[in-house]
């Protein structure tokens, strides 16, 4: 029976929107571990993933070891893993990344989902045991994944293009400042080339202190490097010194520093988020599916 978002109409979930948007909703549970699937949706998937784990586990209390206790925290932000005495987190499965949720219907205990791991970008399916609670716990992360998706189309999916904008302008600024620098490095190269220039073709010993070189209009060729003692007195005064770049940068009426694109580095920038946008529109599209199917295939399997 499939309940995802075409669930049907009578179906209700088990906890108001309230509570899996400002809170989480709590569950305790056994973890049976995780494994590795090839399909990120699938019952038989799930089925095979249950029964590895559950061989794993029985040889594991056949040696003395117990199951481990965690918590399941169940918000919009997605299903946490945690050890519950210290809360430490074990693991964080957000929910566009959760495709399929399926519990047991003979045992009422056993459920199980698969999760795109964020790192390997595998598809990894969780099994869990809890106390005739498994029914519950796959609708309340149908019901968590649902609020999560309406939330991202009220805002963050509206916003895509918006944002696509803003980072190809981002984009645009960062070629314009190294355009510029490039530009104002060929006009130095120019400065230096024309200074050679007018020192090799001065006659020899003509070169006297009284006026600096002019370029072609006269005026005195720009240079970065200049002094202040280089620009004449007036009245016998020194002209006022000149301040300096970054002695204090100065902000406009709405207290931001005014652009300058020659001490901009693209390190200022933020960082590109269109690839996460995407991959959030792309897992909330795949949807989520939610089954109650049979996993206890034999003896063995009914109690682990």
């Known amino acids: 029976m499939n309940r995802a978002f075409s669930r049907k109409k009578d179906k209700t979930w088990m906890h108001t929107p309230e509570a899996l948007s400002k809170h989480f909703i709590p569950y305790n549970a056994k973890f049976l571990g995780s494994t590795e699937v090839e399909q990120p949706k699938g019952t038989e998937v799930v089925r095979d993933a249950v029964r590895k784990l559950k061989f794993a586990r029985h040889i594991k209390k056949s040696e003395g070891q117990k199951i481990p206790k965690v918590e399941l925290q169940i ?6 893993i945690l050890e519950p ?13 959760i495709s399929f949720c399926a519990d047991d219907k003979t045992d009422k205990r056993i459920f199980t989902f698969i999760c795109k791991d964020s790192e390997s970008n595998k598809h990894l399916c969780y099994v869990f045991d809890s106390e005739k609670c498994a029914e519950e716990i796959t609708l309340t992360i149908g019901q968590a994944f649902d609020l999560a998706y309406r939330k991202f189309l009220e805002s963050g999916g509206k916003d895509v293009e918006t944002r696509k904008q803003i980072a190809g302008l981002q984009k645009r600024i960062q070629d314009l400042e190294t355009e510029n620098m490039e530009l104002k490095n060929k006009v130095h190269d ?5 200074r050679i220039t007018q020192v090799s073709t001065s006659p020899a010993g003509s070169v006297t202190p009284k006026s600096p070189s002019t370029d072609i209009f006269d005026m005195i060729p720009f240079s970065p490097i200049s002094h202040q003692s280089s620009i004449p ?21 709405f207290g931001a520093e005014p652009f300058d694109p020659f001490n901009c580095g693209a390190g ?31 003896p063995l399997d009914s109690r682990c």
Request: charge should be neutral.
């Open 85 to 97: 005495k210290t809360k430490e987190v074990q693991h964080n499965c957000q929910l566009h990344r």
């Open 75 to 80: 918000s919009i932000y997605g299903v946490k």
């Open 190 to 194: 120019l400065e230096n080339k024309l």
């Open 268 to 298: 200022d920038f933020p960082p590109d988020i269109q690839s996460k946008l995407d991959e959030m529109q792309e897992g909330f599209k795949m949807g989520l599916t939610l089954e109650g199917t049979v996993f206890c295939l034999d």
């Open 233 to 253: 007195a007036r009245n016998g005064t020194q002209p006022p010194p000149v301040p300096s770049r970054s002695a204090e940068i100065k902000r406009d009426l």
